[in-house]
């Protein structure tokens, strides 16, 4: 579920209130992390609950758990539809982020398995041409967005980015436009490649190549799974650099990954053993190096994370 607008929530002495919709959740703590959950009759939308949900969690670290008792809840629309969407009228922070409505565009897009001689992997539809993940950050106070690169209609921004001396210094692709569009189109074609731009507010700031780690090059270079994913990524926008700024795409596009597939368990990177700027952010974050190895074309650095310690890392599950 793609949420367009997003007003200001704050907090209140017993949950949290959008003033300007005239809707709260408001509540009481039990066993000091269980809150339930008091029936609001303003509440008309499930987008109207799903953001009075994330801004609770997020504005209170120690609420693990939520609660709605259908006594209370069960006439309400937007309730049951929560309950149809979560099979449960109480939930837990992970189960709430974890959930393909906290961001999804196709909540329920199929993956289709690729079987070779030696291994079995998942491959995207190859008809996605539309804006596939979109949540507001409410720590930078910005939605952030992607949507699948268009070879066409993003060459222009594409070919930009690639010809920044901060991108070609690691990407090493500052190539002619038409050699640069045949790129975009072999990964736009391609099931185990899924090329992303990315969008802060609908401006666009970066590029990301999401793809199965078994079907790329790294594989014979580290213990693949069968759902394990991999990333490249670029900011080209210099207005979207910083730590702030890496902070919400970095955990954005990994929840998107970890969101897209429920069967990923593990994200995989591989930048230049010495791409320092990079290791000293996304450590913090909750990813690790875990070793460096020898490509063909570059000594690289395996870096990673696990699907538990994200979510507890980046949402306090």
């Not at 565009?105 to 041409?129: A, V, Y």
């Not at 690639?162 to 990964?187: A, G, I, Q």
């Not at 991999?230 to 970890?258: E, M, P, Q």
Request: charged content about 25%; glycine content about 4%; aromatic content about 16%.
């Amino acid at each position: 579920m793609l949420l367009k607008h997003h007003l200001p929530i704050e907090k209140s002495p017993s949950g949290v209130v959008d003033h300007y919709n005239n809707i709260s959740l408001q509540g009481e703590i039990c066993f000091g992390y269980n809150f339930v959950a008091e029936y609001d009759e303003n509440i008309h939308s499930l987008p109207q609950l799903l953001c009075l949900l994330d801004a609770l969690f997020y504005l209170n670290d120690h609420i693990k758990h939520v609660q709605l008792p259908k006594k209370q809840w069960q006439q309400s629309k937007p309730w049951q539809a929560l309950v149809r969407a979560f099979n449960t009228e109480s939930l837990s922070r992970f189960e709430f982020y974890s959930h393909p409505l906290n961001g999804l565009n196709e909540t329920q897009r199929p993956l289709f398995n690729h079987i070779d001689s030696q291994r079995m992997s998942p491959k995207r539809p190859i008809n996605l041409t539309q804006e596939v993940y979109r949540r507001f950050d409410n720590e930078l106070g910005k939605f952030i967005s992607f949507k699948v690169a268009d070879p066409d209609a993003d060459i222009g921004i594409f070919h930009q980015w690639m010809h920044h001396p901060r991108v070609s210094e690691f990407w090493e692709m500052d190539l002619p436009k038409e050699e640069l569009k045949s790129y975009l189109t072999d990964k736009f074609n391609t099931p185990f490649n899924l090329p992303l731009i990315g969008y802060f507010d609908d401006e666009a700031f970066g590029y990301f190549e999401v793809y199965w780690a078994a079907e790329d090059r790294i594989a014979p270079y580290y213990a693949w799974q069968g759902y394990d994913r991999g990333l490249h990524l670029l900011v080209g926008n210099d207005a979207y650099r910083g730590t702030r700024f890496f902070k919400a795409w970095c955990k954005a596009i990994s929840h998107f990954i970890f969101l897209d597939c429920p069967m990923t368990q593990k994200i995989v990177l591989e930048p230049r053993h010495d791409n320092q700027k990079l290791f000293n952010q996304i450590t913090k974050l909750g990813f690790i190096k875990e070793y460096e190895f020898e490509f063909p074309h570059k000594r690289a650095a395996l870096i990673s994370i696990e699907k538990v310690k994200f979510y507890k890392e980046n949402f306090q599950c």
